[in-house]
């Protein structure tokens, strides 16, 4: 695995950490591949039960990495191919369907600014955790482009639409007590505490029955964009599949005798 982006599976958790902070991790050729391909090797791994995406240094991720994208742009305009932003459809759209589609639970733990795509890698994510010296920032229309890393889809979904355009037509650096207020921010910890708070909800995550949180969010993703009727039937599809699993039957046994269930994941 490229030393762009660390991984690491313990306790159930699988620690994705990039790992540029000479760049303030901003996402190279490299590090968007190996980012792309680990979090689907942690999807696949049956003995990770939660992610935590995490980083290095002083940010948490700047996006693109403007000192290579400007040489890509170059080279685009010598040869007129035009493939600089393939990108987008090669490595950010796979990431984002990573961490949304994830069928467990993903934690960012966000040590530092979170811009561009770094923000979007975040709010694709299921809980966010922040340093209390950490930020966001939309950055896009700061250097003429538009949104992507699925923020268009993730951002009006915790702020509103309103909120969502504002901070995206008029980039600017949001704190981690307004991230908090404007319901980006899950949770706020002094930086100090960060790694241990962010590692502590993944592996209280990793404990519980995954594939509930599996369909959870799948309840909620098919949620944000179907109807009432759509929805009910799609909550009665996957309530039928959990109802099945081995979670539930263990769950409701310890209630029964009053103990605390241990959860298999299945």
């Known amino acids: 695995m490229a030393d762009t982006v660390l991984y690491d599976v313990t306790d159930g958790v699988g620690t994705i ?59 685009d305009r010598a040869t007129g191919s035009g493939q600089t932003m393939s990108t987008v459809r090669e490595h950010y759209n796979p990431i984002v ?28 994510a299921d809980f966010r955790v922040v340093a ?46 307004e991230a908090y207020d404007l319901g980006i921010a899950n949770k706020v910890v002094p930086a100090a505490d960060l790694a241990a708070e962010a590692a502590a909800v993944a592996r209280t995550l990793a404990a519980g029955p995954t594939a509930a949180y599996a369909a959870i969010k799948e309840s909620l993703a098919f949620g944000a964009g179907h109807t009432l009727t759509e929805t009910l039937a799609k909550e009665e599809e996957l309530q039928t599949r959990a109802g099945a699993s081995e979670d539930h039957h263990i769950a409701v046994e310890a209630f029964v005798k009053k103990e605390k269930p241990r959860f298999l994941g299945r």
């Open 17 to 75: 950490t990039l790992n540029r902070p000479d760049a303030m991790n901003a996402m190279n050729t490299e590090a968007k591949a190996a980012l792309r391909d680990t979090l689907r090797e942690a999807a696949a791994d049956p003995t990770v039960r939660a992610v935590l995406l995490t980083a290095t240094g002083r940010a948490f991720c700047v996006g693109q990495d403007l000192k290579e994208h400007i040489g890509l742009l170059a080279e």
């Open 97 to 124: 369907t990573a961490l949304a589609g994830m069928p467990k639970p993903v934690v960012a733990g966000v040590n530092g600014v979170a811009a561009g795509a770094g923000a979007g890698f975040a709010l694709a």
């Open 132 to 177: 209390d010296t950490a930020s966001f920032n939309t950055s896009f229309a700061g250097v003429a482009l538009t949104a992507d890393s699925g923020i268009s889809w993730t951002l009006p979904r915790l702020v509103g639409q309103g909120r969502a355009a504002d901070l995206l037509l008029f980039p600017r650096s949001i704190t981690a007590q």
